[in-house]
Nanobody
Framework: QVQLVESGGGLVQAGGSLRLSCAPS????????MSWFRQAPGKEREFVAA????????YYADSMKGRFAISKDNARNTGYLQMNSLRPEDTAVYYC???????????????????WGQGTQVTVSS
């Protein structure tokens, strides 16, 4: 059984930064694609960013470009989401998602991912 373990959420003032981490636990798991989604109260889950483990291609939602950066550490099998210039509208539960299938479909779609973390709360105060 594979679980994704997230960490790094919390409360930050507008303009501040946070770094989220995500790592698989359980059986050996070879990540092909890892992504971050978020869900604010009363809203649908939305794509934030994704990264391919081989080649390191990255993908971002337009509203996050220039403020958020997704990265990975292959040796630690861990993904990161660096969030800068945070805004109150970034407040949400952030979910890590991963898949072992390199050609599993669009990285922007939640249905593409097999494994999900439990979510970590990010709250940005004004």
């Amino acid at each position: 059984q594979v679980q994704l373990v997230e960490s790094g959420g919390g409360l930050v003032q507008a303009g501040g930064s946070l770094r989220l981490s995500c790592a698989p636990s359980g059986r050996t798991f070879s990540v092909a694609v890892m992504s971050w989604f978020r869900q604010a109260p009363g809203k649908e889950r939305e794509f934030v960013a994704a990264i391919r483990w081989s080649g390191s291609s990255t993908y971002y939602a337009d509203s996050m470009k220039g403020r958020f950066a997704i990265s990975k550490d292959n040796a630690r099998n861990t993904g990161y989401l660096q969030m800068n210039s945070l805004r109150p509208e970034d407040t949400a539960v952030y979910y890590c998602a991963a898949d072992q299938n390199y050609l599993g479909g669009s990285v922007y779609l939640a249905r593409r991912y097999t494994y999900w973390g439990q979510g970590t709360q990010v709250t940005v105060s004004s």
